[in-house]
């Protein structure tokens, strides 16, 4: 990475530009040779040092109280899926290997397993998540560096690190923070093909959304992102072969997963399949707007603002760079848009572009970096300098406090899947363990609680909510065809409600309350957490609750 | 200030004193961990009916063919077979009935002697197995199962009922006299609260109001709560409200769990759930299983044991003739299973007991007199118990039998090669470019890192 730098090198007139490296301001395959002066040791050691400030700021707000709840339903599934893959004898009977996702994230966990065990398998899991949204941070100064110099890169990577969006999710043991990682990743090596025209680059960058998809499958998208950015500058593109090579790379490396789950043979193989169908023709999970109205927010308006504006100071300069960073924030976005499916990681990818759009338009308006071919850097004056490190700190403030508040902020009994662990979830489960039975049976609203259960609790538990019909529900769950029936014969012991599941599904959760009832329902437990009233009152909110019930 | 010291070094030698003190309990110690003690009693069923095929118990043999009369040498016979779906009948298990189909000890009168009461009689031979008693079979596969374990008189439920309370039959014929049974006879809930022990008797959709006094007067099957608990045809049970007040409705038992009320000894008898044929056996295991389930779950489960049998042999075969102790028994085997902490694992005790055995092991636990000559006699079912164990973890039986087969375990090291394998080639993917093949040969290093430069092949069309 070192050998391009698009503030500090001179033009080589004698050697011939690839078309998109003429693109890159002043960047040349040259070898760095500062020659520091006075006026140069602002830029020498100042991006260096945000970039360090961004890493330890990053690190901070990821690592602090992390696991402070219990993990959510799908940090469940991820993690048991490790576990499965690790062959835990516990949960491996609960959490099947092979179900909708490819497997490369619990294989890395899994491979921590043996170090950490299982009751601390959700540190380990999201301190995975947590280095591979450091490893983000990083991949984005170095993109940003190559781009637009090292003061975009490093201001970008200080925006991503405090991002309120990013932080949250790769503080989760989810795929999306790790998927964000190798897209990420395919971004700087194709920017570095693009600089470079080398197709080990190229390559390269194949492999990495290969790894991504092998994360999780909706990283594909981001091929879509790449076709369009090479259709509208086919001068990146250049010739067909070394397009065939990475695609031949791509594609096998994605081969990886229906490989190892044609070898692996075993139960729970045909799920994946069946997890595509029910996908594609499964009810919207949130209204159209979800989107719009909920991610804004949590990348930061002031970071949103600031990348809109850029592309409008640009428009004029526009080239393959503004070209392939929006397509890497419009081709997904337009995607889940219209994909029935709408979850709150599912756009974190898309974030290191937003922060680089948004760092670009300060480097441009403080004249940070270099915006078009062979520009020199305006000698800048110190209140300009002032101004700079003012506007991003300023813009970084706007970012660290929802992010701290976030982390900090007490539950109303509401959760949004994705959006961090859930209160008293890991202490329910941590009771179900130590005062049920082995061979327990727990029937819960839907299946996210039930996840969180059997995680924790080590028991099974099933999901009211999920659907008889095989076309309402995902193939990974077990219905409960007859609960009515099931609880009068004994096969569950324990009804469980929850606050978060019951404010998303009524209806089932007081069919739940109505078997309660019915079958004796006695409160054995309950999960408290501390919010606020109304009036602003601290008061103690029931989350969670667990009947025990018998015919 | 100056009685501080003296207050101070006085509250000091009571705090060592008085622990140290024995503390004079009401309540005799158990000589086992076994601090509670609950016995249910189904009924109408013979060892070899509901386990007669399970592996390693002393069940049918395997040449048994039933004449369908005995007197007749000509006659067919008829094998055991599986009842599965079959509809079954209330067969007629009166004292003649056994006598008949004890045949001298010849055991070989089943099915003549139903005959003889009009039935067909050769669903006498019939078995059920784990498929259709999946949670008893699966009990006992983890606890212990009981095969040598008769009823203690040869007729029907009343005599059985007075033996599994009183060690005594309670009257000359099988059938409850008009004036109740005699105030004299001594039960084991007049040792326990002698003893200053608690125990309750709870009984299934409980009718206070239904005793040995009113039953003639009441229509239908409820009147027969009074045999199920005989205590209602014992008049000083009756009048005495302290005594009175220890028989209560099923659904204290649930919450005498919850609680944290559950006597020392608890009998309960079923009042629908009986497995009483025609009586759906699949309701009785669903009734069994509510109650054991709901000990499971309470902290009791740590220092208790549940025993169930049945109360007589309900007409149906077994082929272990019964030892005849007195006049009045044994009767022939009954299924008995005990699940506890201490029970055995997956253990059958084939040492010989009948309910006078639950007697016995009760006065032996909490040093109680014996109520008559036949508990005197009998064997405490204690050796079914291994009090040297670490208590069990309580552990919810599953309802399948078979236990399906495990299901096939995929080849996690396809999945940990393939995906080590493509995530080591993509650092190699990613040093190539990079220049960071330090490791690797000179050569091959350099060969392949080569950068992009003018003179490279297509670089000087653009």
Known sequence: ?551 | MKLVRPLLTLFLFASFWFPLQPVHAARPEPNTPIRHFIVLMQENHTFDNYFGTYPGADGIPPDTCMPVDPTDPASECVEPFHIGNLPIEDLDHSVVTFRRQLNGGRMNGFIWALRLRNHDGRIAMGYYDGRDLPYYWNLASEYVLFDRFFSSAHGGSVWNHMYWIAAVPGTEKNSIPAEGFSNDIVTIFDRLNEAGLTWKFYVQNYDPSITYRTRTEVVGPRAAQVVWCPLLAIPRYLDDPELFRHIVPLDEYFTDLQNGTLPNVAYIVPSGASEHPPGSIQAGQRFVRSLIQALMRSPYWWNSAFLVTYDDWGGWYDHVPPPQVDDYGYGFRVPAFLVSPYAKRGFIDSTTYDFTSILKFIEENWDLEPLAERDARATSIRNAFDFTQPPRQPAFIPWDWPPPPPTPEPRRSAVFGLYGFTVALALLVFLIPARRMHFLPRSLSSRRSRPSTPTHRGEGKR
């Open chain 1, 1 to 551: 990475m070192s050998d391009l730098h698009p503030l500090r090198g001179t033009s080589v007139p004698s050697q011939p530009q690839s078309p998109a490296s003429r693109h890159l301001g002043s960047a040349r395959l040259t070898r760095r040779h500062p020659t520091p002066t006075s006026a140069s040791v602002f830029d020498r050691y100042g991006p260096s040092v945000l970039f360090a400030i961004a890493l330890l700021a990053g690190a901070l707000v990821r690592l602090w109280q992390l696991n402070r709840f219990g993990v959510n339903s799908d940090e469940a599934v991820y993690l048991g899926q490790a576990a499965a893959l690790a062959h835990e004898p516990i949960l491996s009977r609960l959490f099947p290997l092979f179900r909708a996702h490819p497997l490369l994230f619990p294989f890395f966990v899994a491979l921590a397993l043996p170090f950490t065990g299982r009751e601390a398998l959700d540190l380990a899991g999201r301190l995975l998540a947590v280095g591979f949204g450091l490893a983000t941070i990083a991949a984005t100064m170095a993109i940003g560096r190559l781009l637009f110099g090292r003061w975009v890169g490093a201001t970008a990577a200080l925006f991503l690190a405090l991002m309120p969006y990013h932080v949250t999710v790769s503080r989760q043991a989810l795929l999306d923070g790790p998927m964000a990682f190798w897209v990420t990743l395919t971004l700087l090596a194709l920017v570095r093909f693009a600089a470079t025209q080398r197709t080990s680059w190229l390559v390269a960058s194949a492999v990495a959304l290969g790894l991504g998809v092998l994360t999780k499958e909706t990283a594909v998208i981001f091929f879509g992102a790449i076709v369009t950015t090479f259709a509208l500058h086919p001068e990146l593109s250049g010739r067909p072969r070394p397009l065939l090579v990475a695609l031949g790379a791509f594609i096998a490396t994605v081969a990886v997963h229906p490989l190892a789950t044609f070898l692996a043979g075993g139960s729970g193989t045909e799920r994946t399949s069946q997890y595509l169908v029910w996908q594609l023709f499964r009810r919207p999970n949130h209204e159209w707007w979800f989107y719009a109205w909920k991610i804004p927010p949590a990348l930061g308006l002031a970071v949103v603002a600031l990348a809109v504006l850029g592309l409008i100071l640009v428009w004029k300069v526009w080239s393959w760079r503004e070209t392939l960073l929006v397509a890497w924030i419009v081709v997904p976005f337009t995607f889940f848009q219209v994909w029935p499916t709408k979850g709150f990681p599912y756009l974190v990818a898309t974030t290191p572009a937003i922060a680089l759009l948004a760092a670009r338009t300060l480097g441009r308006l403080f004249a940070l970096g270099s915006a078009r071919s062979g520009s020199v850097l305006p000698t800048r004056s110190n209140w300009r300098r002032g101004l700079a490190l003012v506007t991003v700190i300023a813009v970084a403030g706007s970012l660290a406090v929802p992010s701290i508040a976030q982390l900090r902020a007490a539950t109303n009994g509401t959760f949004l899947a994705g959006s961090g662990g859930v209160p008293g979830g890991r202490e329910a489960g941590e009771w179900v363990r130590t005062y049920t039975p082995e061979g327990t049976k727990l029937l819960t609203i839907g299946p996210s609680m039930a996840n969180i259960i059997q995680f924790y609790g080590h028991r099974k538990a099933y999901g009211l909510s999920v659907s008889p019909n095989p076309l309402h529900r995902n193939p990974t769950y077990e219905p409960v065809v007859n609960p009515d029936l099931w609880l009068r014969n004994g096969e569950i012991q324990y009804v469980v409600w929850d606050a978060y599941s019951a404010a998303r599904s009524p209806f089932f959760a007081e069919k739940l309350l109505t078997y309660a009832r019915r079958y004796h329902g006695r409160v054995v437990h309950t999960e408290l957490v501390q919010t606020v009233d109304t009036q602003g009152r601290p008061t103690d909110l029931p989350v969670i609750v667990i009947y025990e019930v018998h015919p």
